[in-house]
């Protein structure tokens, strides 16, 4: 095979390139989250199929403390039958993979104390991957700020907001090691998400796409997180708990902002 054709064949599928199809159209896209322990499956499928038509460009699946396979697969099928945008699983260890699922971040969290979080859980979980023929996207996981749950399980060493050049070095990492996204994580429900400066000096730090996530609840902080160079935002708290409508109000709220931070962004190119 050509060396081309093994790069397009083989290294990014279908999923990711439909991402990067839509970064690269609309600057910064909102991605959903879903922690099936906190929502169910039909729940689930509604806020799924309203972020779809307000502009979300992909669901992700995963918690910090999945105890039920069982409900991570009724989740999956359900959010897969109600949107046709993707499912991505956002595992946080090796329970945490569904067949029904579209991809699954393979993800390493570059700053734990522990090897089991950078690659031992992956090693545990690539040949399942493998079987179930999910696309795995490499993915630089760095915690951040307050870290929250998933800092203490994932043992990591949270790197303070005001020492972005270590984010730099960390996301770096990530780059030489040949992963494809990166993403600064506050930890779900952060009472601060991740600073614009650090967002921007990472931004520019790096030449692979940039999530952001943990903490962001309203249009402007989704905004600031865009401007500020964001490829990618997610948001899971503000669709836990609440009445539908205002979930879509939330959401709808967030994505605007989001698109307003990124025309920004786009004009920067
Ligand atoms: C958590 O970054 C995500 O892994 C989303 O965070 O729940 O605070 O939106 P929130």
């Not at 795995?136 to 043992?155: D, M, R």
């Not at 400066?197 to 999530?211: F, N, Q, W």
Request: charge should be negative; aromatic fraction near 6%.
């Amino acid at each position: 095979m050509e060396l081309e054709n093994w790069e397009s064949n083989r290294m990014i599928g279908r999923v990711e390139r439909y991402l990067l199809e839509r970064i690269e159209n609309e600057g910064t896209i909102h991605m959903t989250l879903i922690d099936p322990e906190k929502t169910d499956p039909e729940t689930a499928a509604l806020i799924s199929s309203d972020s779809e038509s307000l502009g979300s460009s992909a669901i992700m699946v995963g918690g910090t403390t999945i105890v039920s396979q069982n409900m991570l697969n009724s989740v999956v099928k359900q959010v897969k039958e109600a949107v046709s945008i993707p499912v991505i699983l956002f595992p946080n260890n090796i329970v945490a993979i569904s067949e029904y699922a579209d991809a699954i971040w393979f993800m390493s969290l570059l700053n734990s104390a522990d090897p089991y979080f950078i690659s031992g859980a992956q090693v545990l979980a690539a040949p399942l991957i493998k079987k179930l023929s999910l696309e795995a996207i490499p993915l630089g996981y760095i915690i951040v700020g307050e870290g929250g749950s998933a800092g203490v399980i994932g043992k990591a060493c949270p790197i303070p907001y005001n020492k972005p050049e270590l984010a730099i070095a960390h996301a770096l990492a990530a780059e030489f090691f040949g992963m494809r996204f990166v993403y600064l994580e506050a930890g779900s429900g952060a009472s601060r998400p991740v600073p614009a400066e650090m967002i921007r000096k990472v931004k520019e730090g790096i030449s692979i796409k940039l999530i952001v996530g943990g903490g962001i609840r309203n249009g402007n902080q989704a905004k600031e997180a865009a401007k500020s160079g964001a490829d990618v935002i997610v948001t899971g708290t503000i669709i836990e708990g609440e009445e539908r409508e205002s979930i879509k109000s939330k959401l709808s709220e967030i994505i605007s902002g989001m698109r307003e931070g990124a025309k920004a962004k786009l004009r920067m190119r």
